[in-house]
Nanobody, 115 residues
Framework: QVQVVESGGGSVQTGGSLRLSCAAS????????MTWYRQTPGQERELVTS???????NHGNGWKDRFAISMDDAKHTIHLQMNNLQPEDTAVYLC?????????WGQGIQVTVSS
């Protein structure tokens, strides 16, 4: 079984930065991909970015050029650095671990950007 835990969310003012982390633990072997989504009330879940254990990233509609994604394969952890945050970045950010033909989700973490 794999557990997924997000951290690093919170409340910031416009222009601030946050670094979200997503750590997977448990029985992990072979190839895997970790993905960030975000969701706001009444909206569909939106893909931000995904990154493989080898560090290859693919960005979705939720990606911004002021974001950066990195992978620490040894710790099965990814980091989403979000800079110059804007009110429209306010959302619940969710992390998904995909490996060995299965998906595991974290609980989600709130990011709130106030103007």
């Amino acid at each position: 079984q794999v557990q997924v835990v997000e951290s690093g969310g919170g409340s910031v003012q416009t222009g601030g930065s946050l670094r979200l982390s997503c750590a997977a633990s448990g029985t992990i072997s072979g190839f895997y991909v970790m993905t960030w989504y975000r969701q706001t009330p009444g909206q569909e879940r939106e893909l931000v970015t995904s990154i493989s254990k080898f560090g290859n990233a693919n960005h979705g509609n939720g990606w911004k050029d002021r974001f950066a994604i990195s992978m620490d394969d040894a710790k099965h952890t990814i980091h989403l650095q979000m800079n110059n945050l804007q009110p429209e970045d306010t959302a619940v950010y969710l992390c998904r671990f995909s490996g060995a033909g299965d998906d595991h989700w974290g609980q989600g973490i709130q990011v709130t950007v106030s103007s």
